[in-house]
Each structure stands twice: as C-alpha cells, then as structure tokens.
C-alpha cells in the first residue's frame, strides 16, 4: 500500500500499517457522523473535507483503501456528495492520483 511508504524515524512497517488502519477506521466514523464531507473535483478526484487527524493518510490512499474494502461509509457519503453536486467520482482521476492538499480548492497530481 502506498501509505506505508511514509515511515516516521524508528516506524516499523507493521506499526505503520497500525496506525492507517487507525486512521482510516477515525475516517470511517468521521463519515457516518458527518464530520468528514466527501468533496469532488471538476475532474472527479475526491477529497475528504475536515479530516484533521490523518496520520499522513493521504485522501486518494484511503478513498483506494475503503473502496477496496467496501466501506459503506464511504459508499453512502460518496453518494451524498453526487447527489450534493451533480458531479461523480471518477476512477481514472482516483488512479491517476489527483488529490488536494488544501480541502479541495486546488487540485494536482503532485
């Protein structure tokens, strides 16, 4: 998984992988409540809006993360966030790794 490459000084691999799952499970919850809104670019990338405690989570890493494990909440605010906009998500923007570092008012690849 991408995310593990961000080790901080003396991190394992294992205690990393610890702390996404911790993050992404936050992130989840964050979801459900409505504390975390997903936002859509003109191009379709997705960012998590409000996610403050992210361990250096990257959005496009757990977006890639929790479609993969059929998170319902993330299914269920992606939809809010369709629905909200008239905007879909796009895979290929996902894939292609376009993502903001500022909440969704800019967009890049890097």
Known sequence: MPCTSTLRPGQTTAQRQAQIAAALKRLETYLQSGKVRVGIAPNGAVVFQGWQDRDD???????RTLVAANSWALRQAVARAEAATGKRVNPQAVTAGWHSHDGGKSWGTH
């Not at 989570?57 to 977006?63: E, F, G, K, Q």
């Open 57 to 63: 989570v990257t959005d496009v890493c757990a977006y």
